[in-house]
């Protein structure tokens, strides 16, 4: 069903983006509603952003509550929901330290400018060099780019950033073979969220620790889209065994949709950030950290974590049946957790189309995938019914491919 085109004229917007002719008012829990009320079932989240689903109690009132106390005051002074969501976050995971962004991208830059000091402030200043994979997005900023070293996102841009490589995800022995005396750093996603669903078998970045290990190279690891509850462990690496990484990028869920990122740390790797290294005006102000903590409060209750678990165990089996009743449609089903990919023989933009048509909302994704990034705290029945216009999308593809 075609939405009536947005009454605000969209040409004034720099053309960066293929948008879908649709627009929302609000939203709540695994729904969002056009002006005219329609419903959609929202099963990309913001892209993996609004992990608590839309208008989440809890967030909207440490919003309101923050927003009628104070905004913002600057990194000059002491913030201490600022203290409070770093010590949270690190009591969490590996690090120690933890420096707020606004964006996935910023979380990137800080990684990679605090793994060349690292070295440089060792003595070691010729290790620049920053080894990335295929299939990679850490974002958009120069740096983040040419990390992840997608020739259609560096094109035009002028002279390549000297010191970054990249190369074949899940390539052990090429690996091997680069790594050596001027490698500062290696950085993956453990799950690929924007080249199409990909995930590294565990065994993979068990080993890719100990490779970084022996040769001292850190280890950043972007779990922007992976993190947060995504694959049912509060981080995708996890999963696998001893693969806790030196440096870890974090954003999306971490707000919930309001703009928040951090870049977590070991001590150790961090030691070459003194002071004046990095800063941020915005990095977490006082409202993004009042938002911050309540997510995290919500996406670290264990059982946020076992439903996201049970709901894609629901996921994954109705996912095999449906690509084996439509294999003229989709090829793979792939991903962990909630950051599932299914890899189509259709254009991916027309199934998307499709399955808007059916009132559903999923990803678009490389290697022609459309992502399933449903809210963390979808329901059940929400699932089935996710799974049931996607049955309905595939015979609308069937039917259409027939004709
Ligand atoms: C979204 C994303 C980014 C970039 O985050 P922004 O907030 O858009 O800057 C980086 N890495 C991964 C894995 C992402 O999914």
């Keep these: 069903m075609a939405e009536p085109a947005p009454p605000v004229p969209a040409d004034h917007l720099l053309g960066v983006y293929n948008r879908a002719p649709l627009a929302f008012e609000r939203g709540e ?50 913030i201490p929901d600022q203290e409070r969501l770093a010590g949270r976050l690190c009591a969490e995971t590996f690090a120690d330290v933890v420096f707020f962004t606004n964006s996935g991208t910023e979380a990137v830059e800080c990684a990679l400018k605090m793994a060349r000091k690292y070295h440089w402030a060792r003595g070691e200043a010729d290790r620049i060099e920053v080894i990335g994979f295929d299939g990679a997005f850490h974002g958009r900023s120069y740096a983040a780019v040419y990390a992840a070293g ?41 799950v690929q969220g924007e080249g199409g669903a990909r995930a590294l078998p565990e ?38 065994h001893d693969a806790a990484p030196d440096i870890m990028c974090v954003a999306k869920a971490l707000g919930g949709g309001f703009p928040v990122g951090a870049c977590l740390a070991t001590s150790e790797a961090a030691s070459g950030m003194g002071v004046g290294a990095h800063g941020s005006t915005y990095g977490g102000n006082p409202l993004a950290m009042a938002v911050g903590l309540a997510a995290v409060e919500e996406l670290t209750r264990p059982e946020t974590l076992e439903h996201v678990r049970r709901l894609s165990g629901l996921f994954s089996q109705s996912l095999a049946a449906l690509q084996s009743r439509f294999p003229d449609i989709i090829e793979e089903v792939r991903g962990k957790g909630l950051l599932i990919g299914l890899k189509l023989i259709p254009s991916n933009r027309a199934f998307m189309a499709a399955a808007r048509d059916q009132h559903l909302l999923i990803a678009g994704g490389g290697d022609n995938c459309v992502r399933l990034l449903p809210p ?10 996710a799974i049931a216009r996607l049955e309905a999308t595939c015979e609308a593809m069937r039917a259409e491919a027939a004709a």
Excluded at 37 to 61: F, N, Q, R, S
């Design 29 to 78: 829990g695994a729904r969002l509603y056009t002006a005219s009320g329609e419903a959609y079932l929202d099963c990309l989240a913001g892209i993996a952003t609004t992990g608590l689903g839309h208008a989440h109690p809890k967030l909207v009132e440490a919003l309101k509550t923050q927003g009628e106390k104070l905004w913002h005051v600057s990194n000059i002074f002491r």
């Design 376 to 385: 963390l705290i979808m329901s059940e029945d929400e699932a089935r019914e």
């Design 203 to 240: 065994s993979c970045l068990t080993a890719l620790r100990q490779l970084t290990r022996e040769h001292g190279v850190l280890l950043i690891l972007d779990e922007i889209q992976s993190g947060l509850g995504r694959t049912g462990r509060l981080f995708a690496h996890e999963w696998a």
């Design 150 to 190: 997608n020739p259609a996102y560096v094109e035009g841009f002028g002279p390549p950033l000297p010191g970054y490589r990249t190369l074949k995800f899940g390539d052990h022995e090429a690996l091997k073979a680069a790594i050596g005396p001027t490698t500062a750093a290696v950085i993956l996603e453990p």
